[in-house]
């Protein structure tokens, strides 16, 4: 079993390598956001596995903005990153005059960045947008390099004032062979439906790659190399990874307050529940928290600054708990027409996820600083806020309590309890609805000494049979998986088959699965099922 981002990296590295010897492979990255797509690329561009001598990678972020400033930008990425490739050219002030120099080395890129430069000015934006795509081509043309262009949060090109900036897009994908696409993307579920929709083309099509948060030894290695002066024990490690959505961004900042925290001396190093809940404090709560700074702007935008907002009192209700639809009308005192419109735009902006009749957060942590931070700070009528912080420090110290306490206990016990939550729901996961009965009765098969834990659930009238499996699953544990349903089918009417892999699957063993009727559930899928319910996350 092998790393997946390393998997991934290696499989870009493989990809821009085939292009600079004119095998073009385009692709897309998409991924929650803070989950690491920016980093993973800027990585890519500094590895020393690339052959940079025959590529020119040109890296663009579109942000929502005036579309003057990103044909500016635009032309300043190009041109830097062709000032970088050719050691015989100097950086002068500007752009401006750097586009005059290159009149005399490179005419046809100065002359293509003059006419985008003068479209912009003369209001012609459909043009400008056109002939700038055209810029790499044009580089890879006078230089002989090939030109990768990456555009991160690509989905943000049809918030500009352009007619069709994905149609122009696609064509300029299928007649420009030598400039590889590389787009990103934080949504989802909008640029896998432009990419399936729009930008899905005989010749040029998209590679997709789906760049998930970090496993759990991942998120214990980023956590371990950013706390160099502490030695935080693996569970506490595993707190901090599971409560911040194993996201890379939100554990820098959380491990960057707790070295100030302790180089300060304010706390000793080996109390790390008292780290962890004064960071969080820190971070997350107080108002000049980098998190809650980022969440209050976040919040504010999809509330368009009314906190009274219909989408902001749908978010407060989820938060809170309440994940079916009626539950969240109920508790929002709005129509379950409005709650059913507010739902599906939310997620179709990838803020929260659909799973059969659940809704949740697709981050975590912001459904958490909606209920402990925003709502106690806008139902306050307190003045320092001290009531509050005491509040927020005492949920934290809670939610690690709680973490520890269940860690303690067995996992084929923490499954049965989720088990005993079930009540006739309909979820759905991995793209499939199934209906979760009541079970009445659970019992835990298999003795200790087992390499594997089976457990049976029954309804009273269908049983399901659960296979827990710690290890990572081949195809040898499938057959004796399905050997083992034959015996018990002979004195017990099982319904579905459940295999949970928690260190995943081979290929061919989630064949060999599928061809056998059973549903596999890696520890992304367990965890799903564990937050709709309201469990925390094993790990």
């Known amino acids: 079993m092998s790393d997946p981002r390393v998997e991934i990296f290696n499989t870009l590295t493989h990809r821009v390598n085939s292009f600079s010897e004119g095998y073009r492979q385009n692709i897309a990255i998409i991924g929650d956001p803070h989950v690491g797509k920016t980093s993973l690329i800027k990585a890519l561009l500094e590895s020393s596995s690339i052959k940079r001598e025959s590529v020119i990678p040109i890296y663009m972020e579109i942000k929502i903005e005036p579309f003057e400033f990103c044909i500016k930008r635009f032309i300043k990425a190009s041109l830097s990153q062709l000032l970088y490739s ?50 790499p081509s044009v580089i890879s043309e006078e230089t002989k390099k090939r030109c990768i262009l990456i555009l991160d949060e690509f989905h943000n090109l049809d918030n500009f004032i352009l007619k069709n900036p994905f149609n122009i897009l696609a064509k300029k994908i299928m007649i420009q062979k030598d400039t590889m696409y590389l787009l990103l993307s934080s949504r989802s579920t909008v640029s896998q439906r432009l990419i399936s929709e729009k930008l899905s083309m005989l010749f040029g099509n998209f590679e997709k790659i789906i760049l998930g948060p970090f496993d759990i030894n991942l998120t214990r290695t980023f956590l371990h190399d950013n706390l160099k002066e502490i030695s935080f024990p693996p569970a506490y490690l595993d707190f901090i990874g ?52 980022h969440f209050f702007n976040f919040f504010s935008k999809i509330s368009e600054g009314r906190p009274l907002s219909q989408a902001a009192s749908v978010l407060i209700s989820l938060s809170c708990g309440n994940k079916k639809q009626q539950d969240i009308a109920r508790s929002s005192k709005l129509q379950l027409r409005d709650i059913s419109r507010i739902l599906g735009k939310l997620v179709d902006m990838d803020i929260i996820a659909r799973n059969g009749s659940f809704y949740r957060f697709k981050d975590c942590l ?28 005492k949920e ?86 399905i050997k083992d349903i034959k015996e018990k089918k002979k004195t017990s009417r099982i319904k579905q088959n459940i ?32 937050e709709l319910y309201g469990k925390p996350y094993i790990v």
Request: proline fraction near 2%; charge should be neutral.
């Open 499 to 530: 295999l949970i892999s928690l260190a995943g699957i081979s290929d061919n063993a989630h064949l060999l699965a599928k061809e056998a009727k059973i549903w596999v559930w890696d520890l992304g899928t367990l965890n799903v099922l564990m």
């Open 366 to 393: 912001f459904s958490f600083w909606l209920r402990h931070v925003y709502m106690k700070r806008i139902m306050s009528f307190s003045i320092d806020e001290a009531f509050e912080e005491n509040y927020f420090n």
């Open 86 to 135: 050719d050691a015989l050219m100097t950086a002068p002030p500007d752009a401006i005059l750097l586009i005059q120099d290159l009149e005399k080395i490179y005419p046809k890129i100065a002359q293509i960045c003059k006419r985008v430069l003068q479209d912009i000015e003369r209001g012609k934006l459909e043009e400008a947008y056109s002939f700038m795509l055209d810029i």
């Open 242 to 293: 599971s409560f911040l959505g194993n996201k890379p961004l939100y554990m820098r900042i959380i491990c960057d307050e707790i070295e100030r925290l302790v180089l300060s001396k304010k706390i000793p190093a080996n109390d790390y529940a008292r780290l962890i809940e004064t960071a969080f404090t820190e971070a997350v709560f107080k108002k000049t928290g980098m998190i809650n700074q």
């Open 396 to 481: 934290v110290m809670q939610r690690i309590n709680i973490f520890m306490q269940e860690l303690e206990k067995e996992l084929s016990f923490r499954i049965a309890d989720l088990f005993r939550l079930f009540k006739n729901d309909i979820v759905q996961l991995n793209g499939k609805k199934h209906r979760f009965c009541a079970f009445n009765n659970i019992e835990k098969l298999g003795g200790e000494g087992s390499p594997y834990t089976n457990i049976m659930a029954n309804s009273g009238k269908v049983n399901w049979l659960c296979s827990i499996r710690k290890e990572f699953v081949t195809e040898n544990d499938i057959l004796e998986i």
